[in-house]
């Protein structure tokens, strides 16, 4: 099993970086023009049509949060229209952790139409910063479906937007392992849906959504701790953690009291609120209902340049 190599004394790239670090883009081309997930689908245009005021402005509180505590990268917005997704960088593509180097990103070949010209995007921004940039030639939609647990160990989501073959193609070319989950239902169509990795020993799992025999799997490398159907549904594994915070997405300010979304949302806060308090963690919820118009919650936003905040652990 590989193990991850210690920080060299002097960083040449944010991956390497002592401290956590991530990349974001700032809402300048975001639109929901062209329905690329059932979410939109099932929504009106003049619905889900944003407010680009208010976008911005739910955006900048985010970005303050995580830039008061990490280092912080904006994606360049190199034209205003015809990049729809490029806010959600999650799926611009992925740092692999173990590599000794930590200088390789593996940036997405998009099963999603009007995503495919944000591939180029990715390779000239992580290239002009001297990364190792690779791009699969089988379907594969970054972060938001490769997660990392320790060493050289991954959890791969496949079947909706991203190939099972291009998880045997980084084990190959990269010495890994991916423990390979099959995506089933349209709602949760990327990983980070489903599956949060919490610590390097834990992992929140919508345990309903998958086969015994995948949860088995998973059990063999990390404790499965479950979340039900329903706040998989809200958001609760689309949040990311940020030293000893994990950072979700709600709108319960924004819901009547009373109404069903606003009971399910109420439910999500406390499972989270409650898994966390287990373990020892604070949580912040910030409110990104604008970006929910494009299929997308909190962990769509961030792109992980390391994972340094797992490094450390709170029990």
Not at 129 to 151: I, N, Q, S
């Amino acid at each position: 099993m590989t193990t991850t190599a210690a920080r060299p004394a002097h960083p040449i790239n944010p991956t390497q970086h002592e401290g956590p670090a991530y990349l974001l883009n700032a809402p300048f081309s975001f639109s929901t023009e062209v329905a690329n997930n059932i979410w939109m689908e099932e929504m009106p245009l003049d619905e889900r049509r944003p407010d680009a005021r208010k976008a911005m402005a739910q955006f900048l509180r985010f970005y303050g949060l995580v830039a008061s505590e990490s280092l912080v990268y904006l994606l360049p917005t190199p034209r205003p229209d015809g990049l729809q997704d490029l806010v959600f960088t999650a799926n611009m593509g992925v740092v692999l952790e173990h590599l000794p180097e930590r200088d390789t990103v593996v940036i997405s070949n998009f099963t999603s139409a009007p995503r495919t010209g944000e591939t180029e995007i990715g390779v000239r921004f992580f290239e002009s910063m001297g990364y190792r940039v690779v791009v699969p030639e089988t379907k594969f939609e970054g972060e938001a479906e490769l997660k990392h647990l320790y060493d050289d160990v991954y959890i791969g989501g496949y079947g909706l937007r991203s190939q099972r073959e291009t998880y045997e193609w980084l084990e190959r070319t990269y010495d890994m392992t991916v423990l390979k989950l099959a995506e089933t239902d349209p709602y949760l169509y990327h990983l980070d849906c489903t599956v949060f990795p919490i610590t390097k020993e834990q992992t929140l799992v919508c345990t309903a959504k998958y086969e015994p025999e995948e949860l088995s799997l998973l059990e063999k490398h990390t404790e499965v701790i479950d979340v039900s159907s329903a706040s998989a549904m809200a958001g609760l594994c689309n949040s990311m953690r940020m030293n000893n915070l994990i950072v979700n997405a709600s709108d319960i300010h924004d819901l009547r009291a009373g109404t069903e979304d606003y009971q399910m949302e109420v439910a999500k806060n406390r499972e989270l609120e409650d898994i966390a308090g287990r373990l020892g963690f604070e949580v912040a919820h910030i409110n990104l209902s604008e970006f929910t118009k494009g299929g997308a919650l909190l962990s769509c936003m961030v792109m992980h340049l390391n994972r340094y905040s797992y490094e450390f652990s709170l029990l």
